[in-house]
């Protein structure tokens, strides 16, 4: 059966690694008789206003990203509670969305197959409603501590590029770091704390292999919300580095909860979710079971 699949590309992601995989998945799918809708533009933006009027017009069968956990963002907002099956060509930094989901890393030939023969798997996202009444999607995790800060230091600046930039914001922001005020309605139910870290997950993942969350399911209906209370500096730089097994979770300052609905509040605080930047707080979030469709 010959597919009209729409592609997104995104040449720069993975150190240009996302422009190569991409093209050379399209290369592939076109060699086995499918039609090949390219929806790249100049930026993120424009790219999005093109793949959002082919599928408004019913022009293509699959929609496929290339690039990392950014990209991925950019076509589950695209696809969620649509029929249009998001296909995932892993090809940045992270892609921590990708690999809990049990996709190929940075391989185009096994990437096509997912694309061509996978399987049409419903996963959950997650909804928020923010300031300007729209509606915007996150499939992974949100980020709403001392690493939101980081991200949010390292966004301003120019230069360096690359991950060295998140590094140098770290080492900025370490040193003059407190615990944030937080207030946390979680189904209902009012939590008010200090705490360093606050992340929201319906994956367990984020950062390049942090399993932030590591209980957290992309189907289970269900968010995840760690909270690491307030703890010394030289103890959130002996509790951090756990992140990468997940280990941090059985430290005595660190909580998690569940609920189906979650409203964060804090001053000064941008989340971000996928590793992209969101909305400020304070921010409602609510897990919308099955709304996305992803080849796997």
Known sequence: MTLRIGMVINPTSGKNTGGRIGTEAATLLRARGHEIVDLSGMDADSARERAREALAQGRIDRLVVSGGDGMVHLGLNLCAQTDVPLGIIAA??????ARELGLPVRNAIEAVERIERGTARRVDLVRSVIGDGSTIWFGGVLAAGFDAVVNERANGWRWPKGQMRYNLAILRELPVFRAIPYVLTLDGERIETEAMLVAVGNGPAYGGGM???????????????????????????????????????????????????????????????DGERFAPLPLSCEVVPGALTVLT
Do not use: M, Q
């Not at 940045?92 to 969305?97: E, P, R, S």
């Not at 997940?246 to 909580?255: L, Q, R």
């Open 92 to 97: 940045g930094t992270g892609n921590d969305i």
């Open 211 to 273: 399993k932030v969350v590591p209980g957290a399911k992309f189907d289970d209906g269900l968010l995840d919300v760690l909270v690491l209370s307030r703890i010394s500096t030289p103890e959130f730089l002996r509790v951090f580095p756990k992140v990468f097994s997940g280990a941090h979770v059985d430290h005595p300052a660190v909580t998690i909860h569940r609920a189906h609905r979650v409203h964060l509040e804090a001053t000064g605080i941008v989340g971000y979710a």
